[in-house]
């Protein structure tokens, strides 16, 4: 600008010059963390790639790229929420519909940053020495140990649970329950075992045997998961506080932000009691209504799912023959009223096929299957 004189020079933090500004990034008041920003000429256009989306917890699905780019503009990102630059602190703060928002359970660990722990062996034991004295029969005595032991190496497990029984006229007996090596696959949320084992007792009975199986590890999921749950969803009209009681105790409460909600992180004493929620508005406002909760054993929350998969040779004490077989089982939470579960075993001679629902309905929980 040589020649000319500035006479008057605004800086706007709301509309910040075009560039490139190293940003912290919070969304509904929440740090998500610091990242490059390369704001555009109109600052609602500025591009949000979908890598970034994931690392802040933003929700992609639905939102269309800018043409071939992995572009999504910003005014797209916040839906119909809002976006505000404060660039006197280098901050932007994103509000943004919390049902589009991927929360972070208090106490859950993302996979991603998972350790697998250190080289290790271990051990446990229970004993037991008894011994009978009879006045006009002489006397018996019998020993009972019993190891849970196992070790950690180069992030593989490996487990035993062996006994030792001896009584009267004997030598003793080891015998071997579970001895299995397995691993932990952070990408499937599940388990891959190997050795002696059981299978899942959740849709067929559990039987011992040698082979594989790779099966969801629930203790992989947020605690709130783990169980069935229902969702609690809505639609806040403006900044708003979200209560749900159960028998008259309040079990959850949260601000969010104007737009649809969807709870998933609740965490509940069981079923059998009906959840009233609460949505108190900003002007004072007041919504209610009754969400049903029942739940039996096979039930998951909406949108989990729960695989099961062995394969091997039954190894079953005292059985005159042993068989091999596959077992295959899956669950789905549908939704708040309906999960879906179903299973196969195969085998030379035998043969079972198993469909069955859960429900959750205002008058219990009802599971119904056919084998």
């Not at 917890?57 to 976006?83: E, F, H, M, N, W």
């Not at 299995?180 to 007792?201: C, F, H, K, N, V």
């Not at 008259?248 to 949260?254: E, L, P, S, T």
């Amino acid at each position: 600008m040589r020649d000319q004189k500035i006479t008057n020079f605004h800086l706007d933090e709301n509309k910040p010059i075009p560039g490139q500004y190293e940003l912290d990034i919070y969304v509904n008041n929440q740090w998500r963390g610091k990242y490059d920003i390369i704001v555009a000429d109109d600052p609602g256009s500025t591009c949000i790639s979908t890598e970034l989306l994931k690392n802040i917890g933003v929700i992609s699905d639905g939102l269309q790229p800018q043409g071939a780019t992995d572009c999504i503009a910003l005014k797209d990102v916040v839906r119909s929420g809002g976006y505000t630059f404060n660039i006197g602190v280098f901050r932007l703060d994103l509000s943004v519909p919390q049902a589009y928002v991927n929360e972070v359970e208090a106490g859950y660990v993302l996979p991603e940053n998972w350790d697998r722990g250190i080289n290790a062996f271990y051990t446990s034991y229970y004993a037991s020495q008894y011994y009978s004295d009879y006045k006009n029969s002489g006397s018996s005595e019998s020993t009972y140990v019993r190891f849970n032991s196992g070790f950690n190496l180069l992030g593989w497990q490996a487990h035993a649970d062996t006994t030792f029984n001896k009584t009267d006229g004997s030598s003793g007996e080891w015998k071997s329950n579970t001895l299995y090596l397995e691993r932990g696959i952070a990408e499937l949320l599940g388990t891959l075992r190997a050795g002696d084992q059981y299978t899942s007792s959740e849709i067929f009975d559990s039987v011992r045997f040698t082979g594989v199986r790779l099966f969801r590890d629930m203790q992989m999921l947020p605690n709130s998961k783990q169980n069935f749950t229902p969702l609690v969803q809505g639609i806040a009209q403006t900044n708003a506080l979200v209560t749900i009681e159960q028998n008259g105790f309040v079990v959850y409460q949260k601000e969010v932000p104007p737009g649809p909600f969807s709870i998933a992180d609740l965490q509940l004493a069981g079923g059998g009691a009906d959840l009233d929620v609460t949505v108190r508005e900003a002007d004072g406002s007041i919504n209610t209504w009754l969400v049903p909760y029942a739940s039996v054993p096979n039930m998951l929350q909406p949108g989990v799912s729960k695989y099961d998969f062995s394969a091997g040779r039954s190894h079953i004490e005292g059985a005159d023959n042993q068989a091999d077989f596959t077992q295959i089982s899956y669950q789905y939470g549908l939704n708040n009223l309906l999960t879906l579960y179903g299973g196969t075993m195969l085998s030379n001679h035998y043969n079972a096929f198993t469909l069955g629902t859960g429900w959750n309905t205002r008058i219990g929980a009802i599971s119904l299957d056919a084998t």
